[in-house]
């Protein structure tokens, strides 16, 4: 099965700039997804940003397009997730996902989790 490691969290002050990146291990794919999701306290946890292994689209959560930028290195099966001008509002917990075959920012698509990162802005 899959195996996600997660690294790049850390604190930053507003403004400021962070790169989140997920190695995964373990699997095969063929049309395959790969997402970071945030969670708040208090809040559900919401969908970021998504990438399809397979063509390279990418879609954006609006609350963070512009500003955050997802891409792949599908020779060490790895997405980064960069983080620009970030805002207080993007303190969270962030994880990465891999959906096996549909692509979106819904949680229910993706079967597989890392342990999450902590972004903290102040």
């Known amino acids: 099965h899959v195996q996600l490691v997660e690294s790049g969290g850390g604190s930053v002050q507003a403004g400021g700039s962070l790169r989140l990146s997920c190695a995964a291990s373990g699997y095969t794919y063929n049309r395959n997804c790969m997402a970071w999701f945030r969670q708040a306290p208090g809040k559900e946890r919401e969908g970021v940003a998504r990438?399809?292994?397979?063509?390279?689209?990418?879609y954006y959560a609006d609350s963070v397009k512009g500003r955050f930028t997802i891409s792949q290195d599908n020779a060490k099966n790895t997405v980064y997730l960069q983080m620009n001008s970030l805002k207080p509002e993007d303190t969270a917990m962030y994880y990465c996902?891999?959906?096996?075959?549909?692509?979106?920012?819904?949680?229910?698509?993706?079967?597989?989790w890392g342990q999450g990162t902590q972004v903290t802005v102040s």
């Open positions: 990438i399809a292994t397979g063509s390279g689209n990418t």
């Open positions: 996902a891999i959906s096996h075959r549909f692509c979106g920012l819904n949680r229910s698509l993706y079967q597989y």
